[in-house]
C-alpha cells in the first residue's frame, strides 16, 4: 500500500503547505539516496490559492486544462488520463512529480456539492496510478471544505501541523475529531491521525516551551508528536527563492528539523518496500 500523506489543520498559517512541500522533496530525497527502487515522490495541491505548486513549480497559472480542476470535473472514465496528463515535474527534482491547484477549484467547490460521489473525484483516478510512486503528499487548504475532504478520502496518515500557542493544542482535539468523523462518516478505514507536526517554534518565547511540554507529556497527543520545526528565516527566504529549506540553506535549524521528521516518515516507507 502506497502512503498517502495529507497535511491539514482547519486554520491557516500553520505551515501545511511549508511541510508539505520539504516532507515530500525530502521523501524522494532519502529514497534516492538510500538506492530505492522507486524514489518518486507525487505532491497534490488541494488548495486554490496553490502555494505549494508556486513554490515547487515557479508557476501559478495552471487553469482549466491542466491543472486538479481537470482532473476533478472530467467525466469519470477520462479522469485517469486527465491526472497522468496534468502532472508536472517539479523544479526541485527530476523525482518530485506536482498534480497542481488552481484557483478554479473554489468555483468548482461551490458547484460540486451535493453531486454524488463528488468526495471521490480524487480518490478513484489516483488509485490507478499509486503504484508509479513510493508516496503521494497532499496539501489542503486551511478547512475542512469539499476538497479538503477529496484530500483525505485518499489518505492514509493524516499530519496535523500546528503553532506552539494555547488555543492552538485546543483546537487540536477538534482536529482530530473532524479526521475521524471523515474516516468513520465515508468508510475510509484506511486514514488515520499518524502524526502532529509543530510549526514555528521559537525556543525564546517561554509560552512557546512551555506548550511543547504539556504536548509531550499528554498521554496522546505525546505519542502523535513526530515533529518540532524551529522558526527560521531560511523558511521564508526559501519561499521567495522557489526553493526547498534544504536547497536554500541545508544547515538551517529547519533544515534539521524537516530532515529528522522526513527520516520518520521514511521508515514506514522502507518497511513496507523492504529496501
Known amino acids: 500500500m502506497t502512503h498517502i500523506f495529507v ?36 505532491l497534490i ?8 505548486t508556486l513554490v515547487t513549480t515557479g508557476r501559478n497559472d495552471f ?9 476533478i470535473t472530467a467525466d469519470k472514465k477520462d479522469a485517469p488520463t486527465t491526472l497522468v496528463n496534468c502532472i508536472v515535474q517539479s523544479e526541485w527534482d527530476e523525482n518530485l512529480h506536482v498534480l497542481p ?19 471521490y473525484r480524487l480518490t478513484d483516478p489516483l488509485s490507478r496510478i499509486l503504484n508509479r510512486y513510493a508516496a503521494v503528499v497532499i496539501d489542503t487548504r486551511p ?3 469539499l476538497m479538503t475532504e477529496m484530500g483525505l478520502l485518499c489518505g492514509t496518515d493524516a499530519l496535523i501541523p500546528v503553532e506552539p500557542r494555547y488555543l492552538e493544542t485546543v483546537g487540536l482535539q477538534s482536529v482530530i475529531d473532524k ?4 474516516r468513520e462518516g465515508w468508510r475510509c478505514p484506511n486514514l488515520k491521525v499518524s502524526g502532529v507536526i509543530v510549526t514555528k517554534l521559537d525556543k525564546r518565547v517561554r509560552g512557546h516551551l512551555d506548550t511543547i511540554e504539556k504536548l509531550k507529556s ?7 508528536l513526530c515533529g518540532i520545526i524551529p522558526a527560521n528565516e531560511a523558511v521564508a527566504y526559501a519561499h521567495t527563492a522557489h526553493l526547498s529549506v534544504y536547497q536554500y540553506d541545508p544547515n538551517s535549524i529547519a533544515s534539521a528539523a524537516y530532515a529528522m521528521l522526513v527520516k520518520r516518515l521514511v521508515r514506514l516507507l522502507v518497511a513496507q518496500e523492504g529496501v
Do not use: W
Not at 497535511?7 to 511549508?18: F, M
Not at 491547484?101 to 468526495?119: F, V, Y
Open 7 to 42: 497535511l491539514t489543520n482547519h486554520k491557516g498559517g500553520v505551515g501545511k503547505s511549508t511541510s508539505a512541500t520539504n516532507i515530500a522533496f525530502g521523501i524522494s530525497r532519502v529514497l534516492a539516496q538510500s538506492n530505492s527502487r522507486n524514489c518518486r515522490v507525487l
Open 45 to 52: 495541491d488541494t488548495d486554490s490559492q496553490g502555494h505549494a
Open 63 to 71: 487553469g482549466r486544462d491542466d491543472s486538479l480542476y481537470s482532473v
Open 101 to 119: 491547484a488552481s484557483p478554479l477549484l473554489e468555483a468548482a467547490e461551490r458547484e460540486m456539492i451535493g453531486i454524488p460521489g463528488a468526495p
Open 143 to 145: 478547512s475542512f471544505s
Open 179 to 182: 479526521i475521524n468523523a471523515i
Open 218 to 224: 499528554h498521554p496522546y497527543f505525546g505519542k502523535l
